[in-house]
């Protein structure tokens, strides 16, 4: 057992002052009136002032610590993405895999289910972002690996999984018969590197698609007299859409609209963070290009964003800045939002009994000192972590 003490504590709902959080078996066993805490037995964290919060969940993350899920699919590359991105509080990702052949496709698949049987940590399921993209709106993805949804393909999305399995599609490149099967079968779906119109969109969610990859980026924009997918996001009344709050793929005023264009729970924040998070790389090779850092941005020699040099911390509090909002709403869009998303609701995102102990300690400042997942406490001072 451990008892986390002397701190604020944040359960995702409401803040707590003068209590502590007793961990066991990795789940959170109680939360402690501090007079009740002392007579415990157990060893002891001492937030020191600090505060106490959900760890973040990611449904977006390329890479990190040096290494690209394209370019390893395997566990260990997985244990590495882990840890770099655990550093800024994400203790539940996605790993993601961009357009890529089937062979690849399997592979990635296979790492990320074994990885949950194994209990690698952070591991929560897999984002496949394509290959059933619209290639006018490719972005950094390589058409090649574009297709369309065939039975063997189908199979490989829809298979038996331990974990959640989210895939982006440009909806006018899916039927709506299709996505009715992908959602009837568990998969998560969401519109993304689209051209659809803002009818194609409504259609496809009439079908079962929830959600929408990178608002904003490579999708229809909204215009007066035709809305686009950007359009179906921001009108509807039911769905998410996750958003990069780096200040480069989305700027300030457009995320202040989209947040408050919707009920609180409808936007997400995700990282679609590339290796350079968490290491000292400037340059990295994607498919045939080489990607660099610049002024924050990563960009292909033509100038097209791919992917972000941004960590989930700063995403929260870019967020809170650029729209205008409390910074723990903020933080509810990288915790208690996403786990609904994903169905983990009732495991994740709250600090409650029962709950796997998936946490953040921050200190007075707002930043990182140590996380904690399934109860397993990590450290998170590294020369990266600034």
């Given at each position: 057992?451990?008892l986390?003490?002397?701190?604020?504590?944040f359960?995702?709902?409401?803040?707590?002052e003068?209590?502590?959080l007793?961990?066991?078996?990795?789940?959170?066993?109680?939360l402690?009136?501090?007079?009740?805490a002392?007579?415990?037995?157990?060893s002891?964290?001492?937030l020191?002032?600090?505060?106490?919060?959900?760890?973040?969940i990611d449904?977006?993350?390329?890479g990190?610590g040096?290494?690209?899920?394209?370019?390893?699919?395997?566990?260990?590359?997985l244990?590495?993405?882990?840890?770099?991105?655990?550093?800024?509080?994400?203790t539940?990702?996605?790993?993601?895999?961009?357009?890529?052949?089937?062979d690849?496709?399997?592979?990635?698949?296979?790492?990320?289910?074994?990885?949950?049987?194994?209990?690698v940590?952070?591991?929560?399921?897999?984002?496949?972002?394509?290959p059933?993209?619209?290639?006018?709106r490719?972005?950094?993805?390589?058409a090649?690996?574009?297709?369309?949804?065939?039975?063997?393909?189908?199979?490989l999305?829809?298979?038996?999984?331990?974990?959640?399995?989210?895939?982006?599609?440009?909806?006018?490149?899916?039927?709506p018969?299709q996505?009715?099967?992908?959602?009837e079968?568990?998969?998560?779906?969401?519109?993304?590197?689209?051209?659809a119109?803002?009818?194609q969109?409504?259609?496809?969610?009439d079908?079962?698609?929830t959600?929408?990859?990178?608002?904003?980026n490579?999708?229809?924009?909204?215009?007066?007299?035709?809305?686009?997918?950007?359009?179906?996001?921001?009108?509807?009344d039911?769905?998410?859409?996750?958003?990069i709050?780096?200040g480069?793929?989305?700027?300030?005023?457009?995320?202040?609209v989209?947040?408050?264009?919707?009920?609180?729970g409808?936007?997400?924040?995700?990282?679609?963070?590339?290796?350079?998070?968490?290491?000292?790389?400037?340059?990295?090779?994607?498919?045939?290009?080489?990607?660099?850092l610049?002024?924050g941005?990563?960009?292909?020699?033509?100038?097209?964003?791919?992917?972000?040099?941004?960590?989930?911390?700063?995403?929260?509090?870019?967020?809170?800045?650029?729209?205008?909002?409390?910074?723990?709403?903020?933080?509810?869009?990288?915790?208690?939002?996403?786990?609904?998303?994903?169905?983990l609701?009732?495991?994740?995102?709250?600090?409650?009994?029962?709950?796997?102990?998936?946490?953040?300690?921050?200190?007075?400042?707002?930043?990182?000192r140590a996380?904690?997942?399934?109860?397993?406490?990590?450290?998170c001072?590294?020369?990266?972590?600034?």
């Amino acid at each position: 057992m451990q008892l986390i003490e002397n701190g604020r504590i944040f359960t995702g709902e409401q803040h707590l002052e003068g209590y502590s959080l007793l961990l066991e078996n990795g789940r959170i066993a109680a939360l402690l009136p501090r007079a009740q805490a002392q007579a415990i037995t157990a060893s002891r964290y001492d937030l020191q002032g600090g505060t106490l919060l959900p760890g973040f969940i990611d449904l977006q993350v390329n890479g990190g610590g040096g290494v690209l899920f394209n370019d390893s699919p395997d566990i260990g590359t997985l244990r590495i993405m882990g840890e770099a991105h655990r550093q800024f509080g994400t203790t539940g990702f996605l790993p993601t895999l961009i357009s890529a052949d089937l062979d690849t496709m399997r592979r990635a698949i296979a790492a990320v289910d074994e990885a949950i049987a194994q209990e690698v940590p952070g591991v929560l399921g897999i984002h496949l972002e394509g290959p059933l993209l619209n290639p006018d709106r490719r972005g950094i993805h390589d058409a090649r690996w574009f297709r369309q949804l065939d039975e063997e393909l189908f199979s490989l999305l829809t298979r038996q999984s331990p974990g959640c399995t989210l895939v982006t599609i440009a909806p006018e490149c899916c039927r709506p018969e299709q996505i009715r099967r992908l959602a009837e079968h568990g998969v998560i779906v969401a519109a993304g590197h689209t051209g659809a119109s803002y009818e194609q969109v409504c259609d496809a969610m009439d079908a079962g698609l929830t959600g929408f990859t990178h608002l904003f980026n490579a999708m229809s924009p909204l215009q007066s007299r035709a809305p686009g997918a950007v359009g179906a996001a921001l009108a509807a009344d039911r769905g998410w859409f996750g958003i990069i709050a780096d200040g480069y793929h989305v700027h300030p005023a457009a995320l202040r609209v989209a947040v408050r264009a919707r009920e609180a729970g409808a936007a997400l924040l995700v990282t679609d963070a590339m290796p350079t998070v968490g290491s000292d790389l400037t340059q990295f090779e994607l498919g045939s290009e080489s990607i660099s850092l610049c002024d924050g941005r990563l960009l292909n020699p033509g100038g097209t964003l791919a992917g972000s040099h941004l960590d989930m911390l700063a995403a929260v509090n870019n967020a809170a800045a650029f729209a205008g909002i409390d910074w723990f709403e903020a933080a509810r869009m990288a915790s208690l939002y996403p786990a609904r998303v994903l169905g983990l609701e009732d495991q994740l995102g709250r600090l409650a009994p029962g709950y796997r102990a998936n946490l953040l300690a921050l200190d007075s400042q707002g930043s990182p000192r140590a996380s904690w997942v399934a109860g397993l406490q990590g450290d998170c001072v590294t020369e990266f972590a600034q």
